[in-house]
């Protein structure tokens, strides 16, 4: 019995080692987060070390420069996170006694002046949000952009912004594509895509969701004295580019902030020159919701229009200017009317001569009918080119079908790119070129049925 104790015990003692051994090589739980949470602290305290390390002559002096860095690197932010980028600027500059960020960017204002440069805020015209921005005073022109694109490239931009500037309905906006559409040789297609692209990163263009391309608040800043000079109108009497109307003119000021209008309301009234901004109009208008033109005391003939009032949101609303003005119409197609009628033209055309051509197979059909019944079996002969002439019928609507198909789809597509299109994914011109080719097909099978009727 002893030996086999022995044997027992010692099965005992393995099973107990190999059971430590597992302990010791199962991980620890959240020990790999624990080790990546004290390789993140010490790479900050080994940081914070340098940094109280370092000893800096003009502790002022490199926070000016840093947060001008900081400021040229990302174009235009939001003056939230201007305010948090200089409280971190100071904390690593350590300097003691800083200055409120407002005292510190006029402060900044006298030298930068001296290099054609300025620090100047705006606001969204939608949200009313506070942007800051390190824009160029010297010359404000699109030719400015020469430090970072070509002539051609330059041309290019101008031609978008023009675009943009005098879009229909007051829109401000243009589609990508059609923006595409703008390049000449030697810029590309594919270049154009490209420099859209880089208009984008560098703050000059915004992209609305729609897929429309608008200026930015960067381009309304810095660009704003080239906008007044090239797209000014109605400030001569004899201008031959004077809007038919006071509403339709291209540059307005806001009538609170003075800034330029490209997105927000136009009185109601055609005859009225005010604009607001989105975010200016509750401020603008008051309870009472008046055009504010009559608060001018030089106009005795002031507006006295009372804007429409939402009765969900209670607030204010009239003409809509900006990317919603196409939505609001119901109609984003920026093709001129004349090319619709033109395709119309074109249609009608199209089905007046296939009327004809029926009409002379209907007449030759007769005539051989009616030769064919005083011959004996001439009813049996005049029964093959029947079949023919259906079967040629038959092909001929499935070519009209095709082709109506084949319209849908070009206007499927271009409805999901860039967010074109009318209601139902198809634009006006398109529905009517569907409905005229319809017509025509639907007077064709009725031409044959008449001629097969005549035939019998």
Not at 86 to 113: I, M, N, Q, R, W
Not at 336 to 357: I, L, Y
Not at 377 to 387: E, L, N, Q, T
């Amino acid at each position: 019995m002893a030996p086999r104790a022995s044997a027992s015990n010692g099965r005992r003692r393995a099973a107990a080692d190999s059971d430590d051994d597992d302990d010791r090589r199962q991980p620890v739980a959240g020990s790999s987060k624990q080790r990546q949470k004290n390789q993140a602290n010490g790479i900050q305290a080994a940081y914070d070390a340098e940094l109280d390390a370092l000893e800096l002559d003009h502790p002022d002096k490199t926070l000016r420069h840093l947060f001008l860095q900081t400021l040229m690197s990302r174009k235009v932010i939001p003056l939230d996170t201007a305010r948090e980028l200089y409280k971190h600027c100071v904390k690593l500059c350590k300097v003691k006694h800083p200055d409120a960020f407002e005292t510190f960017v006029a402060e900044l204002e006298p030298g930068l002046s001296l290099c054609g440069l300025d620090i100047k805020t705006t606001r969204d015209q939608d949200s009313g949000a506070s942007f800051i921005a390190l824009v160029n005073t010297i010359e404000d022109e699109v030719a400015k952009l020469a430090t970072d694109y070509k002539a051609e490239e330059i041309a290019f931009f101008r031609a978008v912004v023009d675009k943009i500037m005098t879009a229909r309905k007051l829109a401000y906006s243009t589609p990508s594509d059609e923006a595409v559409r703008l390049a000449k040789a030697p810029i590309t297609k594919a270049n154009a895509m490209q420099l859209l692209t880089s208009f984008l990163a560098n703050g000059w263009l915004s992209l609305h969701s729609s897929g429309r391309l608008m200026l930015s608040p960067r381009s309304l800043l810095e660009l704003a004295p080239y906008l007044r000079e090239t797209f000014s109108q109605g400030e001569d009497p004899n201008d031959e580019d004077a809007p038919e109307c006071e509403q339709e003119r291209t540059i307005v000021d806001c009538n609170l902030c003075m800034s330029i209008v490209t997105s927000g309301y136009a009185c109601p009234n055609k005859d009225c020159g005010i604009r607001l901004h989105t975010f200016c109009v509750a401020q603008r208008l008051g309870q009472d919701g008046r055009c504010p033109a009559r608060l001018d005391p030089n106009n005795a003939n002031a507006c006295q229009q009372i804007w429409p009032r939402d009765p969900t949101t209670r607030k204010f609303y009239g003409t809509v200017v900006g990317v919603l003005a196409f939505e609001e119409a119901g109609d984003d197609n920026d093709d001129d009317d004349d090319d619709d009628d033109e395709d119309d033209n074109d249609m009608s055309s199209m089905a007046a001569g296939s009327s004809a051509v029926k009409g002379k197979k209907r007449k030759a059909t007769t005539s051989a009918s009616a030769s064919g019944k005083g011959k004996g079996g001439g009813r049996k002969k005049a029964a093959a080119p029947k079949k023919k002439r259906s079967r040629a019928n038959e092909d001929e609507d499935e070519d009209e079908e095709d082709e109506l198909e084949d319209d849908d789809d070009e206007d499927a597509s271009s409805s999901a790119y860039g967010g074109r299109g009318g209601g139902a994914g198809s634009s006006p011109a398109a529905r009517r070129k569907r409905s005229s080719r319809a017509a025509a097909a639907a007077g064709t099978r009725a031409d044959d049925s008449a001629a097969d009727d005549d035939e019998e």
